[in-house]
């Protein structure tokens, strides 16, 4: 047995004893009742463990997930809780973390896999397009790769160098794969555990940026909702949601530009400008009726992504929105997005980085008749 | 020299062997040095030459520690048979692509008897993990010979159930595979399964970086793998020297801290005693292991390939000299252990394989233009909806306009 599973108390291959300990821990978080603050973090860690107790086929790899926690501490206390065969370290090699987790799924496991920065993912690129997002096409279903690739994504935290990546239109671009990015603490929640039962590969974008942003969010309550709505079938995959209403212009973000789209649409209210913003949530599969929705009633639209606007997410939601809405517009759509350049150095991330009073600008140059 | 590793950042604190102690077990069941375990042996192990006879016990290449009993006879008569019909399948299939049956077929004609040991050294519960050019050892598996050739024919890009048949998808991203074999032989070890995985590549993709990192994960996490490299010495037209200059393939084991051998791939009887061991090894908990077959790839890389502008055709000659077909005639016959009647009834067989493989790819199979969208998702999407209701839509035009002359050439 190799070092890293026979530490663990359930070296044998049973994995049950683990599981009933981790029930206990799950009881113990539970009990908490009513909104509390409540961080991203916290919410992906909890709907970790929630899954893990609930399905022993869950299991948790990857670069520094196990003694440490991960280096965002996702994964903290996760080998505590379920032992070291249900999460653990794995060799330094990301194409081998996916390629592993691939065999594992096709073989009954569950696996939720970590990339330990967004830039740290590109090794895993093949298996990734040619496995991951092909299996269930090529076997004509016969083999599902119910597997998680979370992926800490985007910048604003100051980091150096292939660290603050946005790389989801990569993983957007390649057919069978669905991405999803939250944007809010009980999304993080909700949509990983919702991405954990997906029978479908899911690419698990986390705002890394918005890993220590707080929610008055009560943990009990999101676990009973997502109980129930797993058990009725249901699942939000798919589904963009109203942030804010509004009614003069919509703003269409995901991810780590939601919470700037937001603070934008509250400065441009002082203004006396109404502005809804969409958070679009799952990228794949994209909402085109929630965001066709809401710019149909508004007339004028800005779309709003950190990533390099050229070939991206942004530039197909605005393709979309165009070919459906074009008798609703009163002005071109716009797009704020970062520029066509390499992710700059920390100093520099500001002038990149969609901020309000960009976003405010490109709503200003929509046309207003007055 | 010692060969050992520093494994002191993960204490071991519930008193179980890390996987260091398990090479030195492994050694000690053996009676040599870990080092001498993990390294192959001096020479490549061989049982029967080129000429079918079987070689004295001393010139086997065998060693202390890497000894290997002759096989059954039973279980060598099976092998004959499907060297037989895996030639036969070769050559059928070619013939098949010269005839415009099929878009392309790698032929393994040459390799036949690493194709049969890797299937046959296999139980049922195992698993196993091929390339493109090995449709043969799929089929020695029990796959269906036109199911296994769908993926050359054209309507889809497999034709076997992996699940059903514990095979994976033949592969063709080199070495990616071997990562699922990992991960397959990880999920049964974690539910306390004797399966053995045999993961399949060739020479050339020895140099790609997800054979490193397979080798090296199923060393770390000490899973019953079988590295099973077939080196028949050229990767489409680039020579082996032109990859590796290490000491042999086999060698690299020692690296990941596994055992390696190196065996004469073109033996059947040696590879059956190399690869029936090393999956009892790894059933028993030895971990990886990695066995080299020395081969040749006797045509070209495929029916696209022109192999006479990087290699001589005296070469070629040379490995036909030591076809492993003929040489396990030749040995079995010698042995009384097949005569006239016992060739009849397997060619027989073989060539109820070809009609059966001319039959189904001569088909004309119609495809389903709905299916491009009922598989890429568990649960489709909006957006697939919405262009497969597009697809339709022109398909049923079509279908109106054929049926209604008057409006085509009204459209005209």
Redo the contacts between chains.
Sequence with gaps: ?????????E?????SAATARAAASAAATAEATGPQPVTMAKALNTALADAMHADPSV?VFGEDVGQLGGVFRITDGLTATFGE?RCFD??L?E??I????????????R?VIEMQFDAFAY?AF??IV??VA???????????LPMVIRVPYGGGIGGVEHHCDSSESYYAHT??L?VFTPATVADGYRMLREAID???PVMFMEPKKLYWSKDQVDLAELRNAHSAAASAGQSS??RAAVARPGTDATLIAYGPSVPTALAAAEAAALEGRSLEVIDVRTL???D??TVSESVRKTGRAVVIAEAHGFASVSSEIVARVQERCFHHLAAPIRRVTGFDIPYPAPKLEKYYLPGVDRILDAVDDLQWEN | MTISAD?TA?????G????ED?LSEAAKKFGITAEDYMLPARHQIEMVDPDGRLKPEGEQGTEPGHEYPLPGDEELLAAYEQLVVGRRVNDQNSALVRQGRMAVYPSSHGQEACQVAAALCLSQGD?MFPTYRDAVAVMTRGVDPVQVMTIFRGD???GF????HKV??QCT?LT?Q????????????????DTVVLAMCGDGATSE??F???L??AA???LPVIFFVQNNKYAISVPLAHQSVAPSLAHKAVGYGMAGERVDGNDVVALLAVLDRAVKLAREGSGPLLVEANTYRMQAHTNADDDTRYRQNSEVAEWRAKDPVNRMRTYLTDRGLLDDDGEARIREKAEAVATQLRDGLSEDVPVEPQ?LF??????T???LKEQSALLADELARDAAASQNPASQEAAK
């Design positions: 047995m190799s070092p890293t599973i026979t530490t663990s108390s070296a044998n291959g049973n994995v299991l065969q794995t060799p090699a194409s081998g996916v390629g592993m987790a691939v065999g594992m799924a096709i073989n009954g496991m696996p090794p093949e298996q040619s496995h092909k299996m269930h096409n090529r076997t004509k279903g016969a083999v599902k057919a069978g669905k997906s029978d479908d995959e798919g794949v599969p994209f085109d009726a | 494994h993960h204490p071991d604190t519930t179980q062997a890390p996987a398990a698993w889809w890009h497999g159930d992996p699940l059903q994976g998808i991203p990616t071997l990562l699922h074999a990992v991960g397959v032989a990880h999920a049964a070890k974690l539910r306390g399964e970086g997800d490193h990192e397979a090296n994960f770390v996490f000490h299916e009922r598989h890429v998702f568990e649960k999407t909006p957006q």
